[in-house]
């Protein structure tokens, strides 16, 4: 067994783990090993399906020391007037230089990919076992541990389903939709959409963009979600007025609002939140992102079968709990039901000899992780740290929205008032919005009187707590 010393250990070199080596080699002199699974770095990213891409610009995804892509406003297309939206392989290709021309380049990182970091520790002592020798080392950290696998990320191609599947049904996953032609000598009859994510979205919108007619797509929905608008997610000053008045109106909705449906509404009507049917009222929010484009074009599939989770697929019948529905013979199911995250209790993130990254800011898992890095070398002691990095709960249900909204903005509210911690922020490519705000031209008495609108709506805060997170 080897032995090497390092100052931080951090298990996972996905997005999260990525963005906290990068802006923990910019703020100290500290050295890093990491350690992943995988044997490229990018984590799940690595196993999405060929077709998919980000839900939110490239402009702030990623770490805070690269840029993604080149800032390019889409000219046509579903995301038309909206800023690039990397591919999942421009994500993985972006990972792979932050790795090599960044971190390794550094001279202060070592990188340990398809290794496996062992449960257990002793003290300051871990250990890692590489996938393909068995070798193990043992690594003794000076400073602390990092888990960045915290929401232990699943895509199709890497979970089971959780119900039966009997022989001769024809599943497969989102992944080997653009393979399907070459696999099998078969055309399907019929194509149904296990799930109600932004997977399924997306499987949807490449089975029309590729053909399929909308007649021979059923679309098994347990739940109706609502999703972000795309045009709110827009760092460019032409949308920025719209933007603040957005972020204005949820605060104000949380006074105004006598239950979490009626939050939604007047964020609908607000032209914040998008939903696939206005005749159903949607019970989930995962954060999903989309253009009005995908929905006008998702909404062509009107198969909608709404009967709860599938409880077992055969080939020519879909299995509920309360209903058993035949499907046409040579039906192509598509698997569309991981859980992208699994929601597990927020614990602090500064731990004795410990960080457990979480999302600090919902939904943007890179700026939270370069946050916790800033935090970690400025921060005078764990309580202060903590402090500012109270974990938001990651919602499922439109009634958990307004507590993660609200300790999404008391957070904010918190970094707001360190002068230090406000000017790395706004200098930050991860936070999108801060310095464009800061650019806005006291002249431009529209843009200043959203702003004024937001700073006014903020000073509701307090009591919308109060009432929200009893
Ligand atoms: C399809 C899709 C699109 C998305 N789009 C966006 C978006 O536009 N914007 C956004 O902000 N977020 C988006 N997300 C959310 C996304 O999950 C995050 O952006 C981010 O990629 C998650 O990174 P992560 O590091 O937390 O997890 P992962 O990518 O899962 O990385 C964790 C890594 O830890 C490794 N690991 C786990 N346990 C161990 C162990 N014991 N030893 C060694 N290694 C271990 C795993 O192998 C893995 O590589 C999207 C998610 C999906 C699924």
């Known amino acids: 067994m080897s032995k090497i010393e390092t100052d931080y250990l951090i298990a996972g070199a996905g997005a999260v783990g990525l963005a906290f080596a990068d802006t923990l080699l910019s703020e100290t002199d500290a050295d890093i090993v990491i350690v992943d699974r995988h044997g490229l770095p990018g984590g799940h990213w690595n196993d999405a399906y060929p077709f998919v891409a980000l839900h939110q610009p490239s402009a702030f995804y990623g770490v805070a020391s690269m840029p993604l892509g080149s800032d390019r406003v889409d000219a046509g297309g579903l995301n038309d007037g909206f800023l690039e939206l990397a591919t999942g392989a421009e994500v993985s290709a972006y990972f792979q230089r932050v790795m090599r021309e960044r971190l390794l380049a550094s001279g202060r990182v070592r990188y340990y990919p398809l290794s496996e970091l062992e449960p257990g520790t002793d003290g300051g002592s871990h250990r890692l076992r590489s996938l393909l020798s068995g070798q193990q080392t043992t690594v003794q950290v000076r400073r602390r541990l990092v888990d960045a696998t915290y929401y232990g990320t699943t895509v199709p191609s890497t979970h089971r389903p959780a119900f039966p599947v009997a022989d001769g049904a024809w599943l497969v996953t989102p992944n080997d939709l653009p393979q399907l032609w070459k696999q ?52 460019l000053m032409a949308f920025l007025e719209e933007v603040i008045a957005g972020q204005a109106l949820q605060m104000e909705a949380l006074l105004s609002a006598t239950d979490a449906n009626g939050w939604f509404d007047q964020l609908e009507q607000g032209g914040q939140m998008l939903r696939l049917d206005h005749a ?39 299995v509920f709990a309360d209903a058993r529905v035949t499907v046409p013979k040579d039906s192509l199911f598509i698997d569309c039901t991981a859980r992208a995250v699994t929601r597990r209790p927020p614990v602090p993130v500064y731990q004795p000899q410990r960080i457990v990254l979480q999302m600090t800011r919902i939904p943007q898992p890179a700026f939270s992780a370069a946050l916790a890095a800033w935090l970690e070398a400025h921060g005078d002691n764990d309580p202060a740290r903590n402090a500012m990095s109270i974990p938001v709960p990651l919602p499922d249900s439109v009634d958990d929205v307004p507590r993660a909204t609200i300790v999404n903005l008391m957070n904010q509210g918190r970094w707001n008032q360190d002068p230090r911690l406000r000017a790395w922020i706004r200098a930050c490519r991860l936070d999108g919005f801060s310095k464009l705000i800061a650019s806005v031209d006291p002249a431009d008495a529209a843009k200043m009187a959203a702003l004024g609108r937001l700073r006014r709506a903020a000073e509701g805060l307090p009591t919308a707590a109060a009432r929200w997170m009893r």
């Open 280 to 318: 159903v009222r949607p019970t989930m929010f995962h954060y999903a992102t989309i253009s009005t484009g995908e929905i006008a074009l998702l909404q062509q599939i009107t198969r909608v079968l709404r009967h709860g989770p599938v409880k077992a697929i055969e080939p020519e019948a879909l």
């Open 184 to 235: 099998s000598n078969r055309l399907p009859s019929n194509f149904i959409l296990l799930g109600a994510g932004k997977t399924a979205m997306d499987a949807g919108v490449y089975l029309l963009q590729s053909g399929a007619p909308p007649d021979r797509i059923q679309w098994v929905r347990p739940r109706d979600s609502w999703m972000l608008n795309r045009r709110g997610t827009q760092p």
